[in-house]
């Protein structure tokens, strides 16, 4: 490894950290790169370019991480060909980023993830590398064929709900990690167990006519093909 990516990844690291505790917007590049101990004032600039880029090298890498482990877990799922369970593949969406918590000592990315998700920071993934996120693809696409009952637009919006509530759970779970430091390993199981539970209830919920009577008259069917944008089923504006 070169010096220089030393220097980058390094960097990298005490931005995760600035941002999950203050904000993306309250930190600048040159605070970052003071906190990372570098002489050059323009380090952080010269290494990312930009404020939207360095949050992107900081998301592709931490998310790439757990998407490793979702694509294991898929691949068990998957095997001798049949079709997951509407209870698997919650527990395949939700269990792999949960378990970073305990992976990582201090863990910083779930409050990260958090802050990612308030706009415009959301949309600043949209150019993110896919490959980070492909294994949230694939379980957005196998609810999409199994709830194909549902309009397009409930779908999207309730994944949207059961994400925002999964981050914003886990950022508070990984806060509250860093002050107790005991018992961390059966807190995050529980939480896990209940968002994963939530999740499937959100998803089955019967569409109320108070619901049904605001659809547009011809609802668009969910469609079965892999366009379910990650990126805006984290964010606050997703699904609305």
Known sequence: MTRGSTTREAMAEVALHMFAERGIDAVSLRE??????????????????????????????????????????????????REPSLEELADALIRPLAGALIEQEHSHYARFLAQVAIPPWTVALVPADPAATQSVQTVFSAI????????????????????MLTVRALAACEHAMEQSGSDNARRVALLTANLIDSTI????APVSEATRSLLPPDPEPV?????WPWHLLIGAEAGF
């Open 32 to 81: 970052i790169t003071a906190a990372s101990g570098q002489r050059n004032k323009s380090a952080a600039q010269y290494h990312f370019g930009s404020k939207e880029q360095l949050v992107r090298e900081i998301f592709e890498r931490h998310t790439g991480q757990v998407d490793i482990r979702r694509q294991h877990l898929l691949a068990t799922l998957y095997e001798n060909g």
């Open 201 to 204: 209830g959100i998803l089955r």
């Open 144 to 163: 999409a064929r199994l709830l194909d009952d549902l309009p397009e637009n409930i779908l999207r919006t309730r994944l949207a709900l059961a994400m």
């Open 223 to 227: 469609t079965r093909d892999d366009d």
